[in-house]
Each structure stands twice: as structure tokens, then as C-alpha cells.
């Protein structure tokens, strides 16, 4: 059973920046994807950023020029920074990993809370 524990998140005016970590229970050298996703109140969840074992990117149009994702295989470690934070940036964030091999597996974090406000 995988474990990701997220932190980093916290109060950050607009126009801030923030950097979140992910770290994980065991190596994430063969994690076919990971992600940032994030949920506001009485929103659903929706993904922010993507990384697969490959080091290829995606990300939300709204966070694109802004939000960075990037993984550290050898410190079992997911980033996510974020720069220029705006208050719709207020949301749980939360990691996820997706696991293949040797079954199909989603695993999550608990989540941390990031709210951009003056």
C-alpha cells in the first residue's frame, strides 16, 4: 500500500508563491503517472498537473505559464511550485499516483490546503 503525504500548502497573498511536495512511501521510479489535483468548496476535483515516468508534462489551461510539476525519482518526491497564485487558486490539493504494474492502482494523498487571499 502506497502512502503520499502532501505539504507545503498555507496562506499566500495574491501574486505569491507557493511550493507543494508529495512524498511517497516507496521509490516512485516506476509511478506511470502522477498528478496535482485540487477541489474548492462544492466544486468537484479537478487535475492541475501531470507528470508520467517520463518526465511529460501537462497541465490545466489555467495554471499553464504558472504551475511547474517535476518529480525527484530518488528522493520519492512529487513538486508542484506555483507562482503568481490568484484567489481561484484556493482549493485542497491534493497528489495522486497511478501504479500498472503488476495490477492497475490510484492511490491519493490526504490532501493540503492552499488559500491565496490579501
Known amino acids: 500500500q502506497v502512502q503520499l503525504v502532501e505539504s507545503g500548502g498555507g496562506l499566500v497573498q495574491p501574486g505569491g508563491s507557493l511550493r507543494l511536495s508529495c512524498a511517497a512511501s516507496?521509490?516512485?521510479?516506476?509511478?506511470?503517472?502522477m498528478g496535482w489535483y485540487r477541489q474548492a468548496p462544492g466544486k468537484q476535483r479537478d487535475v492541475v498537473a501531470t507528470?508520467?515516468?517520463?518526465?511529460?508534462?501537462n497541465y490545466a489551461d489555467s495554471v499553464k505559464g504558472r504551475f511547474t510539476i517535476s518529480r525527484d525519482n530518488a528522493e520519492n518526491t512529487l513538486y508542484l511550485q506555483m507562482n503568481s497564485l490568484k484567489p481561484e487558486d484556493t482549493a485542497v490539493y491534493y497528489c495522486?499516483?497511478?501504479?500498472?504494474?503488476?495490477?492497475?492502482?490510484?492511490?491519493w494523498g490526504q490532501g493540503t490546503q492552499v488559500t491565496v487571499s490579501s
Open positions: 495522486h499516483a497511478l501504479i500498472l504494474l503488476p495490477t492497475i492502482e490510484h492511490y
Open positions: 516507496e521509490s516512485i521510479f516506476s509511478f506511470y503517472v
Open positions: 507528470i508520467t515516468t517520463g518526465g511529460n508534462t
